[in-house]
């Protein structure tokens, strides 16, 4: 060994809805403190330098790329991934409208869409098709051509407001 | 007996059984795989293009906190002696009928003797972390001797080039000639001919998941496990077992959910054999995730190719003679040989009589990342180059571009159509159905119709604004051979389970072959099993690529069932006390013709089956119920399309808008529309990325000018438009469903059809778009240039 480990530093934060705490280093980046000490592989990394949007999670409520966080910078927030939308077996509406529109292939980006088209929703909740096709340019998927997923979006939208 | 084939869920609109669990978060890709003991490798990649390895230092990584384990090239070479080069496997009747010359490097799995390419790995270090392998990584020092980078494709072939592979003595590591008729005199007697040059640039497959590798040795059975995110299970375990010395029984070759693939995960790469021979090397499991930078800079690319045509017509703009003479980028190495280069040629005779044509194609190897199929695979190239020439001759005789492409068209009432030069299999290609006419006609009645459009785009010029209108035609050749494979088995439950060499990648296979087999078996789709991409569940596959494994592998499904039936059949009217001929297949058991109830399960019947005292089976009936079929095709179904579209230019800005984008498309039997749609639409947004947004840059040193996805602009919900679908079935008599390939097809056309709208629009600069990508900056200088001309 030439040099010391790197010190090692707390993390405390609530990832849907349960508490978490452990220890990381430093430089950890919050998408792989949350995939490989959380274990909630469901947010993937795409790119890691926060241009795909396929680790996209809400951070206390708030769409954010966990690829260019660091895990320290999650200390004391509350953070959903995709993994906390579904009740127990009932999809989220918004899963529902794309498990029924096709808006996925490979799947590997749909967290990232998932978590980014629900803060959007949030923020609009009866958007055009323009307003959505503009929202989701943050989160690239290579499969599906983006058409099914601006239909699952706007068909899921409805429900959502019914909802909130 | 009677086995009907009742369409009840071939052809519905059924939404995927795979969904859920990539839904939920819980799919598990690659990257999510985890096993005890794991280890995480980092590679370490050239920075140049073109150098000598003199030396490789590892001392410094290997002693770096978290570091196992570290390997050069050089020292790789030493223990396992690089493969050498070989002949490339064609099939003997191609041999036959096409002059042609390959020259095959074998890619080592880490450099040794020369870096070829900026991202050619050099070396692996292996530690307790990504982040601490990524950081040893970055200690390992690289003494190089620089070599001139050769960058330029055309350059490469001349005498005085450096040579990137020097046992050659030459970059010309490809060459074939096609022709058909008697070329020069058809240039000859024509009255028009034109001359152009076509460069349809290098850009990529871009999954969103990159590459990634796991591999497991276990030493009491001498055997290795490897899941890797790939398209082609059968081949890893392959290749891996020439690797290690160990017999392909010992390996098994498991891809779990693939995060996208489109044809660059379709080979086997040098990591893919590393990670297992490391495992064993270490005796712990080894993983590997590409990061994204690496993908750029490693995972393979893409089109790339320079056309010099010559065409000559006649008064009414009917094609009489064709020459070509282009050159394919292919990069440091040539993973998939003829593939590319030889898809282009046959591809380009289109949707369209072709008589008397000419064409040669040479591969030249550079100092860039190695060029494999990407969707498309090298179809798209010859789009552009047909496709331009049609509007070409309509702009030089004063016709409509449908109206040239309508006079050179193949009829519906002439199919089959031979076209006169052989497939890639050596098989004579004949258009085994079809409709081309029909096609063209129902794209642009999508859009309005061509004069309607003549009309508007008069209209809006006179308020200043610039409309065109492209067109783009295509045949493609898909499911091509060699086999696919499938075993079709009773389970115990009786439920029907069924296992292929296919391997999806997002394509929804599971559920497509759920509805194939359920209405072979009359059965639900929920009460069949799928399993692939694991080779310890079918012993023989191919793998999923060029549009084949819908038609490939549900051909192998409906054999294997078929001669499977036959033997529940006959155990079913055994059990019925009644003759073979009088049972069918119904309701997920065997029941007596025109009796209705009393059906037999099929869980009955795997039990009466089995091997051993009491079974129900009649004399000379043998044990278990499974078959196993290997579909080996007569040759490709041709699918075809016609994609159309309207786009405004902004001539001060150079921005494309598509205002109207339209697909008429036949694949034959639809198995599943809305995954059908999925699959057009999705590949339509690659192409359209390629022809406006895409591009992989090297500079005179060879330098990736677009190594993130910073500089490497993939396309966004904002820059693809809707896309108009009209569908039009004409099912091959090739497979027993009249299935055609569908995966590639919808990237072929959207770079010429950009091409030809944005030429349209620009007419009257004198602008002609005969490159791709089509991006503002050479809108703007084609606009500036046109005005200083007048």
């Given amino acids: ?164 | 007996m009677t086995i009907a084939t009742e369409s009840r869920y071939v052809g519905k609109p059924m939404v995927r059984r795979e969904d859920k669990r990539l839904l939920t978060g819980r799919g598990q890709y690659i990257a999510d795989f985890t096993l005890p003991r794991m280890l995480h490798a980092a590679f370490v990649r050239s920075p140049v293009a073109h150098a000598r390895i003199k030396s490789v230092d590892l001392s410094a990584a290997r002693a770096a906190p978290g570091v196992v384990y570290a390997l050069s090239g050089p020292e790789l070479a030493k223990i396992v002696p690089p493969v050498s080069d070989s002949q490339l496997s064609l099939p003997a009747k191609w041999k036959s009928q096409i002059q042609h010359k390959f020259l095959n490097p074998q890619q080592p799995m880490l450099a040794h003797d020369k870096a070829r390419h900026v991202g050619e790995a050099i070396a692996i270090v292996v530690a307790e972390s990504r982040y601490a392998a990524e950081d040893a990584a970055e200690l390992v020092a690289v003494d190089f001797e620089p070599l001139p980078a050769v960058v330029d494709a055309e350059a490469a072939l001349k005498p005085d080039s450096a040579v990137v592979h020097e046992q050659y003595k030459t970059n010309t590591i490809g060459e074939f000639v096609l022709r058909k008729g008697d070329v020069d005199s058809a240039f000859a007697r024509a009255k028009h001919k034109l001359r152009r040059r076509f460069h349809h640039h290098r850009y990529a497959a871009i999954p969103m998941e990159t590459r990634g590798v796991v591999a497991t040795y276990d030493e009491r059975t001498d055997s290795m496990t490897i899941w890797s995110s790939t398209q082609v299970v059968h081949w890893v375990r392959k290749e891996a077992a020439t690797m290690l010395g160990i017999p392909e029984a010992r390996i098994r070759s498991v891809a779990l959910d693939v995060g996208g693939g489109f044809g660059v995960k379709g080979h086997v790469y040098p990591e893919d054999l590393l990670i297992p021979f490391v495992a064993r090397a270490i005796g712990q499991p080894v993983k590997w995730i590409e990061d994204r930078h690496e993908h750029l800079i490693s995972a393979c690319h893409s089109r790339d190719q320079i056309h010099e045509i010559e065409v000559a017509f006649d008064d009414q703009g009917h094609i009489l003679g064709f020459r070509n003479d282009y050159v394919v980028d292919c990069g440091a190495w040539n993973p998939i040989g003829s593939g590319i280069a030889y898809n282009t040629a046959v591809h380009m005779l289109g949707p369209y009589k072709f008589q008397d044509f000419s064409v040669r194609a040479r591969i030249a190897a550079t100092n860039k990342v190695a060029n494999a199929p990407y969707r498309g695979a090298g179809r798209p190239e010859a789009a552009l180059v047909t496709e331009r020439v049609m509007d070409l001759i309509a702009q030089e005789l004063k016709l409509e571009p449908d109206e040239v492409r309508r006079r050179n068209m193949i009829r519906a009432d002439e199919m089959p159509y031979a076209m006169g030069v052989p497939y890639r299999d050596g098989q004579p290609i004949v258009y085994d159905s079809g409709d081309f006419p029909s096609l063209l006609a129902k794209a642009l009645s999508a859009l309005g119709g061509m004069g309607a459009f003549r009309k508007r785009q008069r209209e809006a010029r006179a308020q200043g604004r610039y409309l065109g209108f492209g067109l783009g035609c295509y045949t493609e050749g898909t499911g091509v051979g060699p086999f696919e494979s499938a075993t079709v088995r009773v389970d115990p439950s009786g439920k029907i389970y069924v296992t292929s060499g296919a391997c999806p990648h997002g394509q929804g296979m599971e559920t497509i072959f759920a509805q194939i087999v359920a209405d072979l078996w009359s059965v639900d789709p929920a009460d069949v099993v799928v399993q692939l991409a694991d080779t310890s569940a079918i012993a023989i596959g191919f793998g999923t690529m060029a549009s084949r494994s819908t038609v490939t592998g549900s051909a192998a499904m409906h054999d294997a069932s078929r001669r499977l039936q036959k033997k529940v059949l006959a155990i079913g009217a055994n059990l019925l006390e009644c003759a073979a001929g009088d049972v069918e297949l119904r309701k997920g058991g065997v029941g007596i013709i025109g009796v209705p109830g009393k059906e037999i399960s099929l869980a009955k019947i795997a039990h009466a089956a089995r091997p051993g005292w009491d079974n129900g089976r009649p004399q000379g009936v043998e044990a278990g119920l499974e078959e196993t079929n290997y579909w080996e095709p007569p040759t490709v179904t041709w699918s075809s399309a016609v994609h159309a579209a309207i786009v405004e230019v902004d001539i001060g800005t150079g921005k494309v808008t598509i205002d109207k984008y339209a697909i008429a498309h036949d694949c034959g039997t639809v198995v599943n529309p809305l995954l059908l749609d999925g699959q057009i639409v999705g590949g339509a947004a690659q192409g359209l990325g390629g022809a406006l947004l895409e591009e992989f840059n090297y500079d005179a040193q060879g330098q990736l000018l677009t190594g993130s996805l910073m500089d490497y602009l993939l396309p966004t919900a904002s820059d693809i438009p809707n896309f108009e679908l009209i569908h039009q079935s004409s099912p091959t008599p090739l497979n027993p469903l009249g299935v055609k390939g569908v995966g590639e097809g919808g990237a072929i056309s959207p770079p010429v059809v950009i091409a030809n709208a944005v030429s349209d629009a620009l007419r009257e600069f004198g602008a002609e778009f005969n490159s791709t990508p089509i991006k503002p900056e050479q809108i703007v200088r084609a606009v500036r240039a046109g005005a200083a001309r007048r």
């Fill in chain 1, 1 to 164: 060994m030439t040099e010391p480990k790197m010190s090692l530093v707390d993390v405390r934060l609530t990832v849907n809805g349960k508490p978490y705490a452990g220890q990381c280093e430093p430089r950890k980046l919050l998408v792989d403190f949350l995939r490989e000490d959380l274990g909630l592989t469901g947010t993937h990394a795409g790119c890691e330098h926060g241009i795909c949007g396929a680790c996209t999670i809400l951070f206390n409520g708030e769409a954010a790329r966990s690829c260019i966080m660091l895990a320290v910078q999650a200390n004391g927030a509350e953070i959903t991934t995709v993994e906390g939308l579904a009740k127990g077996a009932e999809l989220h509406p918004l899963q529902q409208a794309f498990h029924e529109h096709h808006a996925l292939q490979c799947g590997f980006c749909t967290p990232g869409m998932l978590m980014a088209a629900i803060d959007f929703l949030k923020v609009n909740p009866a958007p055009t098709e323009h307003e959505v096709r503009e929202a989701m340019s943050s989160v690239i998927c290579r499969c599906t051509g983006y058409q099914n997923i601006v239909k699952a979006i706007l068909a899921a939208a409805p429900k959502m407001r019914a909802s909130a």
